[in-house]
């Protein structure tokens, strides 16, 4: 069944429309949405949904209002952007690696943005904005380092998620070390920040991520057609009037932005930028980045994860960095199956 649609405008110009990608993109936006709706009314003071709806209008009783939009709503605001960031990243690195496996968690991003964190809580027993602007801080310098060391006439694919790795193993020891070297207090604030948790997030945290959202996805969007012309190769993309190596380091940088701002908001949420463009891909079944796609089913994947944690396992909540992490270590593990099967590692 053919979904995808030309429209034509007055003075020659025309748009590709994917009829079945849309779809996916609205029912995805929906779900995250009705989600959140469902997250907000969560709690151990329950609000139905239809009192969130109306409280969230701005006609809910003092108790209702104080409770949603102070204490849940930025937590759940929080998700949805952090969700978002790290399936737009994710999907950024796997198609400018044109590897699966390309994404932030394999890449050692979300180490490098914790050792930034651990430098913070363990060297200077930073505040929580000084914790979030080492993990920034820690991203952004891991990613650089990544790309240099990849650079080789180019960065390309297989070298890049390779250098990634290493650079990964190394980070993760570094973030070892620095835990050996924490006492007793700041070595449990570490740990628990490690674990990747929507906890205690409030406006503070909402207003830069939202800003950095703002500035990176109009900026990303606007670069998509270069990022699918990267897809069929350097070469071909040079033909096409596409400045490769330009487009691919403005992309790239987008993506560690994204990512390590997510992980200063909340931090490392696994798996996330892994599994949210390769499950978009599949149910869009259109080829290219998918990056809108990708980034809504990031939202609702970490609000879904968050609204798990807390129904499941009640007073006892996981983190959401645990429950992403334990069904992103499943899909990795079918991945690289399915991968291998057919015959590309």
């Not at 034509?8 to 009705?34: I, K, N």
């Not at 674990?195 to 990303?220: F, I, K, Y």
């Not at 980045?289 to 609204?307: I, R």
Request: aromatic share 6%; hydrophobic share 55%; glycine share 12%.
């Amino acid at each position: 069944m053919k979904t995808t649609r030309t429209l034509r405008a007055p003075g020659g110009l025309s748009v590709r429309f994917d009829l079945r990608a849309f779809t996916v993109v609205v029912l995805l936006l929906a779900a995250a949405l009705a989600a959140s709706v469902v997250l907000i009314g969560t709690g151990d003071f329950p609000i139905p949904a239809g009192d969130v709806v109306r409280t969230l209008l701005g006609k809910g009783d003092p108790g209702q209002e104080f409770i949603v939009t102070e204490l849940r709503l930025p937590r759940v605001l929080v998700g949805l952007l952090v969700g978002a960031s790290l399936g737009l990243g994710g999907a950024l690195f796997q198609s400018v690696s044109r590897n699966p496996l390309g994404s932030p968690d394999v890449l050692g991003l979300g180490q490098g943005a914790t050792a930034g964190a651990l430098v913070m809580i363990v060297l200077f027993s930073g505040s929580a904005a000084q914790v979030a602007l080492g993990a920034l801080a820690g991203g952004l310098v891991t990613g650089l380092a990544i790309y240099l060391l990849a650079w080789k006439r180019g960065v390309h694919g297989y070298r890049l998620v390779l250098v990634g790795i290493g650079v990964s193993a190394v980070v993760t020891a570094v973030n070892g070390y620095l835990l050996t070297k924490a006492d007793i207090v700041d070595a449990a604030r570490a740990v628990f920040w490690m674990t990747g948790s929507l906890n205690g997030r409030d406006w503070e945290q909402v207003l830069p991520l939202l800003v950095l959202c703002a500035v990176l996805v109009p900026l990303v969007l606007c670069n998509a057609r270069g990022l699918r012309m990267m897809e069929m190769g350097d070469d071909v993309s040079y033909a096409l009037g596409v400045r490769a190596e330009r487009v691919r380091l403005l992309l790239m940088v987008s993506a560690v932005l994204l990512t390590a701002g997510a992980t200063a908001a909340a931090g490392p949420v696994g798996f996330v930028a892994l599994t949210a463009p390769q499950l978009a891909r599949r149910l869009t079944r259109s080829p290219g980045p998918n990056l809108v796609a990708s980034m809504v089913m990031g939202a609702t994947l970490l609000v879904v994860a968050d609204w798990a944690s807390q129904r499941l396992f009640g007073a006892d909540q996981l983190p959401v960095g645990v429950v992403t992490g334990v069904l992103g270590g499943v899909y990795l593990l079918w991945l690289l199956v399915t991968e291998r099967r057919a015959g590309r590692i």
